[in-house]
């Protein structure tokens, strides 16, 4: 999802206002009517991606007021579109995946296949899921909508990688941190794939507030009922930070992060530690500038701070915070 144009626009300037730029915001609204000519800037724009026995179709949509115009603006980027009849038209024939677009409503549709343009929605922005009434740019993804054939096809095809990627590392590793790094790999592998399972749905969202002069970046997160992930999920409401007011109001930047960790994490974190350790002493026996004399100190202090993490990772919580004045 693409937000309507003139409010992109409308942000951006205020941003570069906010930011000590005036002269690049006041030349945004100068530029932006060369390229935009034919497009309705009072709609989204978006795509959305279902999945058949075909494979994924990507269906796209411009809110147009003249198609023809805005294919002419592009025609030395795009080349000559070719009138395919019904209103539909091709446009880069001489390239290896052609793209069809068809005006229907005040919207251009852009499919790969024509048949794709059977079943149109009369309304494309409720395919949105008023993600463009919330972010400027957002994407969604719906896991749970994927076909168990293909997120089986992408778990084998992620095994089949990592065993390649263990080989090719047992060659330069000792047989203890070999046996290590292969118990944090399969945990790592193991909540990727419990991710594919267990999750609904993922969104990523990018908004600009041009009115509060702020932006923000947004991932949410939600899993099916019952299982593993969910039950992680909700045992995240009851975290508290010590942290939540640091900076004050007047932080040029602030960061927050506060975590409850599963067993599984604490024993994956755990495993990163030790195979971080052991590297770190050796780097630091065979580093021949350190001095001798100086190893069991710098030892001394670097295993300070990988004890406190170790302790921190032990006790199950992770709370952070920063802020920039």
Same mark, same amino acid.
Do not use: C, H
């Given at each position: 999802?693409?937000?309507?144009?003139?409010?992109?626009?409308?942000?951006?300037?205020?941003?570069?206002?906010?930011?000590?730029?005036?002269?690049?915001?006041?030349?945004?609204?100068?530029?932006?009517?060369?390229?935009?000519?034919?497009?309705?800037? +009072?709609?989204?724009?978006?795509?959305?991606?279902?999945?058949?026995?075909?494979?994924?179709?990507?269906?796209?949509?411009?809110?147009?007021?003249?198609?023809?115009?805005?294919?002419?603006?592009?025609?030395?980027?795009?080349? +000559?579109?070719?009138?395919?009849?019904?209103?539909?038209?091709?446009?880069?024939?001489?390239?290896?995946?052609?793209?069809?677009?068809?005006?229907?409503?005040?919207?251009?549709?852009?499919?790969?296949?024509?048949?794709?343009?059977?079943?149109?929605?009369?309304?494309?922005?409720?395919?949105?899921?008023?993600?463009?009434?919330?972010?400027?740019? !957002?994407?969604?993804?719906?896991?749970?909508?994927?076909?168990?054939?293909?997120?089986?096809?992408?778990?084998?095809?992620?095994?089949?990688?990592?065993?390649?990627?263990?080989?090719?590392?047992?060659?330069?590793?000792?047989?203890?941190?070999?046996?290590? !790094?292969?118990?944090?790999?399969?945990?790592?592998?193991?909540?990727?794939?419990?991710?594919?399972?267990?999750?609904?749905?993922?969104?990523?969202?990018?908004?600009?507030?041009?009115?509060?002069?702020? +932006?923000?970046?947004?991932?949410?997160? +939600?899993?099916?009922?019952?299982?593993?992930?969910?039950?992680?999920?909700?045992?995240?409401?009851?975290?508290?930070?010590?942290?939540?007011?640091?900076?004050?109001?007047?932080? !040029?930047?602030?960061?927050?992060?506060?975590?409850?960790?599963?067993?599984?994490?604490?024993?994956?974190?755990?495993?990163?530690?030790?195979?971080?350790?052991?590297?770190?002493?050796?780097?630091?026996?065979?580093?021949?500038?350190?001095?001798?004399?100086?190893?069991?100190?710098?030892?001394?202090?670097?295993?300070?701070?990988?004890?406190?993490?170790? !302790?921190?990772?032990?006790?199950?919580?992770?709370?952070?915070?920063?802020?920039?004045?």
């Amino acid at each position: 999802s693409i937000n309507k144009l003139d409010e992109i626009m409308g942000d951006l300037g205020l941003l570069t206002e906010v930011a000590g730029q005036q002269d690049a915001g006041r030349v945004i609204p100068r530029s932006e009517g060369i390229y935009p000519s034919g497009i309705d800037r +009072t709609k989204p724009v978006g795509a959305y991606v279902t999945i058949g026995q075909a494979g994924p179709q990507v269906v796209a949509f411009i809110p147009v007021k003249n198609l023809k115009q805005l294919l002419g603006v592009y025609r030395e980027q795009l080349g +000559t579109p070719k009138d395919m009849g019904n209103g539909v038209f091709e446009i880069g024939a001489d390239r290896p995946q052609p793209v069809y677009v068809k005006e229907q409503g005040g919207w251009a549709y852009l499919v790969q296949d024509p048949k794709n343009f059977a079943g149109l929605p009369a309304d494309p922005t409720k395919m949105l899921q008023g993600l463009d009434q919330k972010y400027d740019i !957002a994407v969604q993804l719906n896991v749970a909508n994927i076909p168990a054939e293909l997120r089986d096809l992408f778990s084998s095809q992620m095994k089949m990688g990592y065993d390649q990627a263990m080989q090719a590392q047992a060659r330069k590793l000792p047989p203890d941190q070999r046996e290590v !790094a292969d118990q944090l790999g399969k945990a790592m592998l193991k909540g990727v794939e419990e991710f594919v399972e267990q999750a609904e749905q993922l969104t990523i969202g990018f908004a600009i507030d041009g009115k509060s002069k702020n +932006t923000s970046l947004e991932v949410s997160l +939600t899993a099916k009922p019952d299982p593993d992930l969910a039950k992680q999920m909700a045992s995240m409401y009851d975290v508290k930070s010590f942290f939540g007011g640091l900076g004050g109001k007047d932080s !040029a930047a602030k960061a927050n992060m506060t975590m409850e960790l599963a067993s599984s994490d604490i024993a994956q974190l755990s495993g990163l530690l030790k195979v971080a350790r052991d590297g770190a002493m050796k780097g630091i026996d065979e580093d021949s500038g350190v001095p001798a004399g100086k190893r069991d100190g710098l030892k001394n202090a670097l295993g300070s701070i990988l004890d406190v993490l170790q !302790a921190t990772v032990t006790a199950g919580k992770f709370d952070a915070g920063g802020a920039v004045n």
